[in-house]
């Protein structure tokens, strides 16, 4: 399986431990981790042939055009919290799944966890200020 980090501006992705183990995943063929933005023809030039996509940031954009030119591609896997940047209907008439990353900043259920948790803190008198 082949799979392509997009827009990876601040060299984040490619130094990063994680990435390391999953380079050496039985299943993975090739990560690419591409750090200019790309749009339509160079884009489709450069990972039309990868089954998973990342992309860091909202700035690449798939229309319909540009998700027809990668025919292979199977999963979009986007870090931010919009997908307005995809056309989702041609994705999903493609067959192409779109899964989000929903950090802090994004609405993560650590956040829920933990207010959850400073409640029962403060119900059952746990910590005493």
Avoid: C
Avoid at 39 to 57: K, S
Avoid at 99 to 123: D, F, H, P
């Amino acid at each position: 399986m082949r799979v392509a980090v997009l827009d990876d501006y601040h060299h984040a992705m490619g130094a990063s431990p994680a990435w390391e183990r999953l380079r050496r995943h039985p299943a993975i063929d090739e990560i690419r981790v591409l750090t200019e933005p790309l749009t339509g023809q160079a884009l489709a030039e450069q990972v039309g042939d990868v089954e998973i996509l990342v992309a860091i940031r909202e700035r690449t954009r798939f229309p319909a055009d540009v998700l027809a030119s990668l025919p292979k591609l199977q999963f979009i896997a986007q870090t931010g919290n919009h997908v307005y940047h995809i056309d989702v209907e041609a994705a999903t008439r493609q067959g192409v799944a779109i899964g989000l990353y929903r950090g802090a900043s994004g609405g993560s259920v650590g956040a829920a966890e933990l207010t959850i948790g400073l409640l029962l803190t403060l119900w059952r008198q746990i910590a005493t200020y």
